[in-house]
């Protein structure tokens, strides 16, 4: 099965300096990659994503990027505001046998200090 | 509508009890799924169904029974459950799956308590 590291656990960045996090994952076949936010008690809410036939993709302040040859892709924050913080999980979807669930990583506490 | 509706929001039940968990989408989703989620942790993939047909069981007890009456509907009856299940059930749906509509919506979750 797939397996999805992520670092770091914890992040703290000042108001308005970049955040990245980090992921990577294990199976060649997995073809779609998300990330979602979570707030305290609240569902995880996806963010951004991005499929295994894109290298980039940007949505106003959040950007993603993928390397396939070496199965990792990153999250970056730019100009960080309070609300920013949360907890951040990357995932993987693998297509093995007909699957279609995610894998996520462990997730990362974001704060961000005023 | 863009949402997943999962009710009950919390739940309290005994070791011996019997409930269920219930999830509603109406976004003509042909996917989806139960996670479990334990605090300060990733949410963890229970089962998949995809056109009503169950097609993943991720190694759950059998004291987690999944149903899907529907496309629309999908249900996690409960039975003599441990303490240790006590968690955030997560509900989500997806276009289909394996193809190229796969964002996962998320339901809000229902809190499960087991004394």
């Known amino acids: 099965g797939e397996n999805v590291e992520q670092h770091p656990s914890t992040l703290s960045v000042q108001e308005g300096d970049s955040a990245v996090i980090k992921c990577t994952y294990s199976d060649s076949a997995s073809n779609y990659f998300p990330w979602y936010k979570q707030e305290l008690g609240k569902r995880p809410q996806l963010i951004i994503d991005i499929r295994s036939n894109v290298g980039e993709k940007k949505d106003q302040r959040i950007a993603v990027t993928l390397n396939k040859t070496a199965k990792h892709f990153s999250l970056h924050i730019t100009e960080t505001q309070p609300e920013d913080s949360a907890v951040y999980f990357c995932a993987a979807r693998y297509s093995g046998g007909g699957a279609d669930g995610l894998t996520f990583g462990k997730g990362t506490h974001l704060i961000i200090q005023p | 509508d863009t949402e997943v509706t999962q009710t009950p929001k919390h739940l309290v039940m005994g070791m011996t009890n019997k409930k269920s968990l219930k999830c509603e989408q109406h976004m003509g989703h042909r996917a989806m799924y139960w996670y479990k989620q334990k605090a300060k942790k990733p949410p963890e993939l229970m089962f998949v169904y995809s056109y009503e047909k169950l097609s993943i069981n991720e190694s759950v007890p059998s004291r987690f029974s999944p149903e899907c009456p529907n496309s629309s509907l999908l249900n996690l009856h409960l039975h003599a459950l441990q303490p240790e299940d006590s968690a955030l059930y997560l509900c989500?749906?997806?276009?289909?799956?394996?193809?190229?509509?796969?964002?996962?919506?998320f339901g809000q979750g229902t809190r499960l308590t087991v004394v």
């Open positions: 989500a749906s997806s276009q289909e799956v394996g193809g190229a509509g796969t964002e996962a919506f």
